[in-house]
């Protein structure tokens, strides 16, 4: 049973440039949350995705958006990066059972460096 | 609004020794709790969850945390550390359990070093 995939592994852009990072949930799972977590700091929600909707948004700039498809997977874009955009990006899956949310488990993550 | 405090960024404890990872909540609602654990350079793992049922909570690799209304605590403790037992460790809180779209709110993070 595959558990929650992220890529890439690892990416640099430069200043002003787009990202796209992609998130495959864990088998059964059909909600996807991305989150941020810069150096030394505990990870900082982004926003969710159930139903192929954004369902809950955190305090992050319109810069970051994401897309949910009918697979459920999910991709989080980030345009014009700055440097403070440079950060370790999480996904994590959970399953919608009797309308209550179940456990989120992780995926490994996605290190992006803004130069 | 819902938030996690970790005391101490960072604990050091003999191989063999009491581990206690000290976890206070704030919640307007009755909380789901959990920790989680992160290894250098790798994702989030949870260690165990606290959905209302039984005060103390069991989880993996030996860890336990009791939840303590009284004192908004929710502590993690390990009878005996072991050199593996060295890597980040999150307290989080969940902000709507009880619906179909919830965020996890985490803590700053806890460091736990192991000395031989």
């Known amino acids: 049973d595959a558990g929650v995939t992220q890529s890439p592994t690892h990416l640099i852009k430069t200043r002003g440039q787009q990202v796209t990072l992609r998130c495959s949930p864990k088998?059964?799972?059909?909600?996807v949350s991305w989150y941020q977590q810069a150096l030394g700091q505990g990870p900082q929600f982004i926003f969710q995705?159930?139903?192929?909707?954004?369902?809950q948004r955190g305090n992050f700039p319109d810069r970051f958006s994401g897309h949910q498809f009918p697979n459920y997977s999910s991709e989080l874009n980030v345009n014009a990066l700055l440097l403070g955009d440079s950060a370790l990006y999480l996904c994590?899956?959970?399953?919608?059972?009797?309308?209550?949310?179940?456990?989120?488990?992780f995926g490994p993550g996605t290190r992006l460096l803004v130069l | 609004a819902q938030s996690v405090t970790q005391l101490g960024s960072h604990v050091s404890v003999s191989e063999g020794a009491l581990v206690l990872l000290r976890c206070n909540y704030s919640?307007?609602?009755?909380?789901?709790l959990f920790w989680y654990v992160q290894y250098p350079n790798q994702g989030l793992q949870l260690l165990l969850k606290?959905?209302?049922?039984?005060?103390l909570v069991k989880g993996i690799n030996g860890f336990e945390a009791e939840f303590k209304k009284s004192e908004t605590s929710f502590h993690l403790t390990k009878p005996s550390a072991h050199m593996s037992d060295a890597a980040e460790y999150f307290c989080?809180?969940?902000?709507?359990?009880?619906?179909?779209?919830?965020?996890?709110?985490f803590g700053s993070g806890t460091r736990l070093s192991i000395r031989p």
């Open positions: 994590a899956s959970s399953l919608v059972s009797g309308g209550v949310q179940e456990t989120q488990y």
């Open positions: 088998s059964g799972h059909d909600t």
């Open positions: 995705y159930y139903e192929e909707e954004e369902r």
């Open positions: 919640s307007s609602v009755p909380p789901y």
């Open positions: 606290y959905t209302s049922a039984a005060t």
């Open positions: 989080a809180v969940s902000d709507r359990w009880y619906s179909s779209a919830s965020k996890i709110i």
